[in-house]
């Protein structure tokens, strides 16, 4: 167990739907990481929060957004979903110290669009 | 663009063998991961690598980094089935902590 938690779990949505995953990092963790896991693109990083602010964004659809609170969780948001958005998305934390700190991985959300 | 390539992306080896996994990448970097993850599951992180000629091992696995060649290795030494995992091997670029993952390399350990 990372200590990074995320939900739902399982999310089956329709095209054209909103949805929101969630992230509670590790005590003390002040980065959030979003990554992307499916067959065909692989793992890709989308963005990363560090203490509320916005800090790097990768692959990052227009359609989706991020933020993180002041209580240093962070949702995910999807919008307008389409097939091809059914992944595994993954949260990350890491303690951000220095550069060369590991990101630990929550358990994912499991997201299907029908 | 950072890239970075894992070979091979299949290995189905015996029990009790030895074998490399190998992780090349395109540009500079002074950090390098090594995560396993099991079907469905999420990704555990193995070693950081953060220095040329570092090597670490845990067990089985011995992982190492010669950022001349923008070469890591993962060796797996007299595999167990247990060792049946996807690894992934990933890089960080840049003043920001983004990764850049490789594909991962499927490896199944038989009896």
């Known amino acids: 167990d990372s200590g990074v938690t995320q939900t739902p779990k399982h999310l089956i949505t329709a095209t054209g739907q909103r949805v929101t995953l969630r992230c509670s990092p590790r005590s003390g963790d002040l980065s959030v990481y979003w990554y992307q896991q499916s067959l065909d693109q692989g793992l890709q990083f989308l963005i990363q929060?560090?203490?509320?602010?916005?800090?790097a964004k990768g692959n990052i659809l227009e359609r989706f957004s991020a933020q993180q609170f002041p209580d240093l969780h962070s949702e995910l948001n999807l919008s307008s979903l389409e097939l091809g958005d059914s992944a595994l998305y993954f949260c990350?934390?890491?303690?951000?110290?220095?550069?060369?700190?590991?990101?630990?991985f929550g358990p994912g959300t499991r997201l299907t669009v029908t | 663009e950072l890239k970075v390539e894992q070979n091979p992306l299949f290995l189905s080896m015996q029990e009790g063998k030895n074998y490399t996994i190998y992780c090349n990448y395109s540009?500079?970097?002074?950090?390098l991961y090594w995560y396993r993850q099991d079907p469905g599951k999420s990704l555990e992180s193995l070693f950081v690598?953060?220095?040329?000629?570092a090597v670490k091992q845990e067990g089985r696995l011995m992982a190492s980094l010669d950022t001349k060649a923008r070469l890591s290795t993962l060796h797996i030494t007299a595999a167990v089935h247990d060792l049946s995992a996807t690894y992934f091997c990933a890089v960080g670029g840049g003043s920001n902590y983004k990764l850049t993952f490789g594909k991962g390399t499927l490896l199944t350990v038989n009896p």
């Open positions: 540009t500079t970097s002074d950090r």
């Open positions: 929060y560090y203490n509320g602010e916005e800090r």
């Open positions: 990350a934390s890491s303690a951000s110290r220095d550069r060369g700190g590991e990101q630990y």
């Open positions: 690598l953060l220095s040329n000629g």
